[in-house]
């Protein structure tokens, strides 16, 4: 809700100038693949001018076991996001760069599946993708990105052992958008 409060107060800043045909607010809607593969969801959102957009993401990930430190499993992200991307080309086509920050709040299970522990982190995102329009409105971006820990849980505690969160989580998809 934090985000959505966010992204419409940044909606005045991006309206600011006059509006001609080629620089007209545009708004659009975002799913990614990987949410789901793991059982998950993902629901976005963005509003952009010319080269920009501002982006509001929620997602739901369960990282398989092979990406979580041994011992542990169950490792279930719920993640929110305000992300700004650059367009090195107009109406938001080709390649992109985007940086923004993430909160994950997380919860995991050690192999013995006692307990579940619950933490919550917050990122530095910083991503790089390009958007191919196959249609009018449509598009796919095909994007890879890091997450930077800059804040919150440094060691969760479950049935006696300790989870460090990674300070370092990389991260590859494909997104499939829709442009009003």
């Known amino acids: 809700m934090k985000l959505l409060v966010i992204f419409i107060a940044l909606l005045p800043f991006l309206a600011k100038g006059q509006v001609s045909a080629s620089s007209k607010i545009k708004f659009g809607i975002e799913q990614d693949f990987l949410p789901y593969i793991t059982g998950g969801y993902f629901a976005g959102a963005w509003v952009g001018k010319n080269h920009i957009r501002v982006r509001v993401l929620t997602a739901k990930v369960n990282k398989p076991d092979f990406i979580v430190k041994k011992g542990f499993t169950n490792n279930e992200v719920k993640a929110y996001a305000i992300v700004g991307d650059y367009f090195l080309q107009k109406d938001w ?88």
Do not use: M
């Open 93 to 180: 086509k080709g390649w992109w760069i985007g940086s923004g920050l993430v909160l994950w709040n997380s919860s995991i299970q050690s192999e013995q599946k006692i307990n579940t522990a619950s933490f919550n982190n917050v990122l530095l995102n910083g991503s790089i993708g390009y958007n191919w329009k196959f249609a009018k409105r449509f598009y796919l971006s095909p994007w890879a990105g890091l997450h930077l820990r800059i804040g919150g849980t440094r060691t969760v505690a479950v049935d006696g052992k300790i989870f460090i969160p990674p300070l370092l989580n990389p991260e590859a998809s494909l997104k499939v958008g829709y442009c009003f």
